[in-house]
């Protein structure tokens, strides 16, 4: 059965550094979402990315974020200059077309220090 | 408006019995319901989903139940058992990919055997 994979499982950082979260959405999906969860909490919406573009997204997507498509199977998100609040487990999920069914990867757990 | 408020927080119940986990939404254009179960350190999986042109959708021991004029849907695990226990979390969004899902805060189940 297709699905969404992400690396790494597990990143930590320094609180400044630059960090890019990776994604492989399944292989005939159109539409590509990044969500977070803070441990304990609900998972929130960040992004939505379709046609190489951003459909939607949170007032949590600031700046900082950035998300990109730099080939036919990845999807990465960049936190330019991590912050401690940026701890999180952070997940993809991508969709065909038409319907919202949304299917989510493993995620990557965040750590900043 | 775009909250989704999900109770109970925990919920504690024997095995066989019925587990009920409830939701309410604000935001009268949701028209996609779906339900997804997390287990500690994996990604949100979907279980279930309705739309509101029905009442009530049912797989296998897993259904929803769905009350439009309240803005309510309810997920109901009848003869629940211990590998049900996991984190489930309601949503609810537009139902046209690309948009963001509004998560509840989620329901910790345990099923005592």
Known sequence: EPEVT???SHQVTQMGQEVILR???????LYFYWY???????????VSFYNNEISEKSEIFDDQFSVERPDGSN???KIRSTKLEDS??????????????????PGTRLTVL | QQQVKQSPQSLIVQKGGISIINCAYENTAFDYFP????????GP????????????????RFTISFN??????????????PGDSATYFCAASIDQAGTALIFGKGTTLSVSS
């Open chain 2, 35 to 42: 339900w997804y179960q997390q287990f500690p350190g994996k």
């Open chain 2, 68 to 81: 439009k004029s309240a803005k309510q849907f309810s997920l109901h695990i009848m003869d629940s058992q």
């Open chain 1, 75 to 77: 999807f990465t998100l």
């Open chain 1, 88 to 105: 999180a487990m952070y997940f993809c999920a991508s969709t065909s077309t038409g319907f919202n069914e949304q299917f989510f990867g």
């Open chain 1, 23 to 29: 994604c492989v959405p399944i292989s005939n999906h």
């Open chain 1, 36 to 46: 977070r969860q803070i441990l304990g909490q609900k998972v929130e919406f960040l």
């Open chain 1, 6 to 8: 992400q690396t790494p």
């Open chain 2, 45 to 60: 999986a979907l279980l279930i989903a309705i739309r509101p042109d029905v009442s009530e959708k049912k797989e296998g």
